[in-house]
């Protein structure tokens, strides 16, 4: 058996000294996230032995009710990261405008978007939920306004999750491939357990919230109904079907063993056409799929091409494995 097991902090220092560029910062910045994703993990590990599950009766920004982890995952990401110097400007899922860095700190060159708490209806159930989050460069030493903050996804320099599921793991791309990292309890630190993570192009599998069916557009219902129909229609296969309702769970499933994501526009709430955000969840995880060989759309339009027109703004997302995707995305151009 190999003792030498190589570290989240190890693998990215390796990875910087290749760049020309590099001056340490950005393994500065990330081992802060560590450190964050490592307390939160701590926190939704104890649960209900430290009072941190149910409600905080308040509601975020996009009228979803806030879970006490919600709340305090947040300011553990915001309090790991604001000090540092590495970051111009934060902005969360949690919070309506961008987080500043407090004036007693320097301002780096670095932004960074994350959802603190993905899936956490999941957190009462005691089912995976994870931290996404996102990087971009940003001019050095400004107040970054919003425009800084609105840049395509192709524009991330970073891009990674946070699982907490059975095992804590961490999944991460600086465009150069997909690595996964596992959470030794013991000794505290991301191993490097998932190298090179591809996805299978070939899949039977989908993931779809199903009871939102009637609220499809067509070219979504074309494409789970020939899936339903399996061996015995067009597709000429049986399919199976998972839903976590955690984008970063499901996002796992499908870096692992393949699949494709939907959650596609519905007119079920004509206030609300798409659900998934563009910048702290569809960004990142569009990077991170790509990064493994996969592909992810809007069913119009290649995720990381849009220019955002908000810091919450919501898009349609169909993510996984490529063949699929660009089925769908077909049926949407006939
Ligand atoms: O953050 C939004 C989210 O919780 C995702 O993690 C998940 O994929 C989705 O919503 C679940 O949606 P629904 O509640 O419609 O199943
Ligand atoms: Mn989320």
């Known amino acids: 058996m190999s003792t030498n097991k190589v570290t989240l902090t190890q693998f ?7 760049l020309p560029d590099a001056s340490g910062t950005f393994t500065i910045l990330l081992n802060n996230i560590v450190t964050a994703c490592k307390q939160i ?6 649960g209900q032995l430290i009072d941190v599950l149910g409600s905080a009766e308040s509601e975020n920004v996009q009228g979803e009710v806030q879970k006490k982890l919600d709340i305090i995952t947040n300011d553990i ?28 700190y320097p301002k780096g060159k670095y932004l960074a978007l994350f959802d603190p708490l993905d899936g956490s209806s999941n957190i009462d159930i005691n089912l995976a939920v994870g931290t996404i989050f996102s990087i971009l460069r940003c001019r050095e030493g400004i107040e970054p306004d919003i425009e800084d903050f609105l840049r395509k996804g192709a524009e991330q320099v970073c ?17 150069h491939g997909v690595n996964g990292f596992t959470l030794d309890q013991d000794i505290g630190e991301f ?10 192009e070939e899949t039977s599998e989908f993931a779809i919230n199903m009871s939102n069916q009637r609220f499809w557009e067509p070219p979504v219902q074309r494409y789970i109904d020939e899936c ?12 199976n079907m998972r839903w976590v309702a955690s984008l970063v769970a499901d996002v796992y499933r499908i870096l692992t063993r393949g699949g494709v994501f939907l959650y596609p526009l519905d007119n079920k709430d004509p206030k609300k056409p798409a659900k998934l955000r563009i910048m702290y969840e569809a960004n990142p995880m569009a990077f991170i799929i790509e990064q493994a060989g996969g592909a992810c759309s809007t069913g119009r339009e290649r995720v990381l091409d849009i220019k955002p ?26």
């Open 77 to 104: 990401m915001v309090n790991a990261l604001n000090w540092t110097g590495h970051l111009a400007g934060m902005a969360s899922e949690e919070i309506d405008g961008l987080i500043p860095i407090p004036p007693e």
């Open 159 to 175: 891009a990674g999750f946070v699982l907490y599921g059975p095992s804590t793991m961490m999944v991460l791309t600086t465009g």
């Open 228 to 239: 339903l129909q399996g061996k015995e229609g067009i597709r000429g296969k049986d399919f």
């Open 309 to 334: 027109s908000g810091i919450h703004q919501r898009i349609p997302l169909i993510l996984g494995s490529k063949n699929e995707v660009e089925r769908i995305v077909s049926y949407h151009v006939e």
């Open 41 to 46: 993990s701590h926190k939704v590990n104890r």
């Open 12 to 18: 990215i220092i390796e990875q910087q000294r290749g």
């Open 191 to 200: 191993i490097l357990t998932h190298a090179n993570m591809k996805i299978p």
